[in-house]
């Protein structure tokens, strides 16, 4: 079993900067992939972002590509989402999550945290 257990959110300005921070206990942090999703009211949960075991294969959704970095110390057993030059549209539940095999999909993360609000205002 993992559990995972998000923080870092808040209200923030848009062209302001948030990181999230997801710590991860229960198996093995180094070989986890683990993945950032977001869900706003009334729309369905997307990928933001993910990183394997190897920390060189990020991936961005392309919504987030430029100004959200995703990065990982495994000595901590922790992931972060450094969110840059906020928008407004990024307001949402932030999510991580933690599967032995990097996934686009979320279906394919079996670990899930209870999320953390993050609310950018105009």
């Known amino acids: 079993q993992v559990q995972l257990v998000e923080s870092g959110g808040g209200l923030v300005q848009a062209g302001g900067s948030l990181r999230l921070s997801c710590v991860a206990s229960?198996?093995?942090?180094?070989?986890?992939?683990m993945g950032w999703f977001r869900q706003a009211p009334g729309k369905e949960r997307e990928f933001v972002g993910a990183?394997?075991?190897?920390?060189?294969?990020?991936t961005y959704a392309d919504s987030v590509k430029g100004r959200f970095t995703i990065s990982r110390d495994n000595a901590k057993n922790t992931v972060y989402l450094q969110m840059n030059s906020l928008k407004p549209e990024d307001t949402a539940m932030y999510y991580c999550?933690?599967?032995?095999?990097?996934?686009?999909?979320?279906?394919?993360?079996?670990?899930w945290g209870q999320g953390t609000q993050v609310t950018v205002s105009s």
């Open positions: 990183i394997p075991w190897l920390i060189a294969r990020t």
């Open positions: 229960g198996r093995t942090f180094s070989s986890l992939a």
């Open positions: 999550a933690a599967d032995f095999r990097l996934n686009l999909d979320e279906k394919g993360y079996r670990y």
